[in-house]
């Protein structure tokens, strides 16, 4: 089992900045595969944003490239920092973990952190 925990959202303005965080923990935190970043806009369908896999290099959608970037920082806390916001950016944004163990793969998903940019 696995439980995300996010944090950091918030109400910014255009042009502001977030940091957003994913902290992992349970029992199989050490068998995350990949852990995504995902965005679900009020009346639309959940999108992905950024993928982050154990080994090679981190994925971004085309439309938050050069504005969104991950880093690492500790307990497995992943960050996601989210710049140049304008109001398509608001949403509810989520964290996805993918295991991988001998009783196969499984995902969880986090409670979501809300960003509002608006003026």
């Known amino acids: 089992q696995v439980q995300l925990v996010e944090s950091g959202g918030g109400l910014v303005q255009p042009g502001g900045a977030l940091r957003l965080s994913c902290t992992p923990s349970?029992?199989?935190?050490?068998?995350?595969?990949?852990l995504t970043w995902h965005r679900q806009a009020p009346g639309r369908q959940r999108e992905w944003l950024v993928t982050?896999?154990?080994?090679?290099?981190t994925k971004y959608t085309d439309g938050v490239k050069g504005r969104f970037f991950t880093s690492a920082g500790l307990n497995r806390t992943r960050f996601l920092q989210i710049t140049a916001l304008t109001p398509d950016d608001t949403g509810m944004y989520y964290c996805?973990?993918?295991?991988?163990?001998?009783?196969?793969?499984?995902?969880?998903w986090g409670q979501g952190t809300q960003v509002t940019v608006s003026s």
């Open positions: 349970g029992t199989d935190v050490d068998y995350i595969e990949t």
């Open positions: 982050h896999p154990r080994n090679g290099a």
């Open positions: 996805r973990a993918v295991t991988r163990t001998l009783a196969g793969e499984a995902e969880y």
